[in-house]
């Protein structure tokens, strides 16, 4: 099986968007946890949440397909890219979200673009995020209005989780790499200061 390090090379030789990277990261993040909280396998539930949008700045009209097709070629366990195709489902793709790691996948990414969205309005970032600061946002759908609400909906079905619980979940996984997502108050606030500077 690839490693961590293989999937981070081909990201960044795929993906250029800082943006883009850092919801590839969110994710895997969200994910790892999940395999974590639920004692499956972290290293192939990372790999699928770090990959999902591999192909998506390359052929945004394709995704997920190209990227899939690259990973098979790369020889990824049909598990990752299997739950890369399901993410996708049912707009741009016919594989329903069903093994663990389908659901988790498509549980947590929409619902991580909300929470980084969430993070980068509040003075202390992620530091002091709760589930209920989300879930007020996600019922306010002029916020972060590129997050779909029914995918994060389907998500929520799918998992079969208490909102809440899920939502912090997703918040305790985005904690394990606020360094590399910059959302903690001390990044914001170094944010802030650069933009305030002449
Ligand atoms: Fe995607
Ligand atoms: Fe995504």
Not at 101 to 108: F, G, H, I, N
Not at 159 to 175: E, K, P, S, T, Y
Request: net charge negative; aromatic share 6%.
């Amino acid at each position: 099986m690839p490693s961590r390090s293989d999937a981070v090379a081909l990201l960044e030789e795929w993906v250029e968007s800082e943006a883009l990277r850092k919801h590839m990261y969110a994710v895997e993040a969200a994910v790892r946890h999940y395999a974590r909280l639920e004692g499956e396998d972290e290293e192939t539930w990372g790999l699928a949440g770090l990959l999902h949008d591999l192909d998506w700045e390359r052929f945004p009209d394709e995704h997920p397909h190209p990227g899939v097709a690259r990973l098979r070629e790369l020889d990824y366990p049909e598990p990752v890219v299997r739950a890369i195709l399901a993410h996708a489902y049912p707009d741009r793709s016919d594989v329903v979200p069903e093994t663990p790691l389908d659901k988790v996948l498509y549980a947590c990414d929409e619902l991580c673009g909300l929470v980084y969205a969430c993070c980068l309005v509040r003075p202390n970032g992620i530091d002091d995020l709760r589930p209920k600061s989300v879930v007020k946002k996600l019922k306010d759908k002029a916020f972060a209005a590129g997050v779909h609400r029914d995918a994060v909906q389907r998500g929520l079905d799918l998992i079969d989780l208490d909102r809440a619980v899920h939502v912090q979940n997703v918040i305790d996984g985005l904690r394990t790499v606020a360094d590399v997502l910059e959302v903690r108050g001390e990044d914001l606030a170094a944010r802030r200061g650069q933009q305030q500077r002449p």
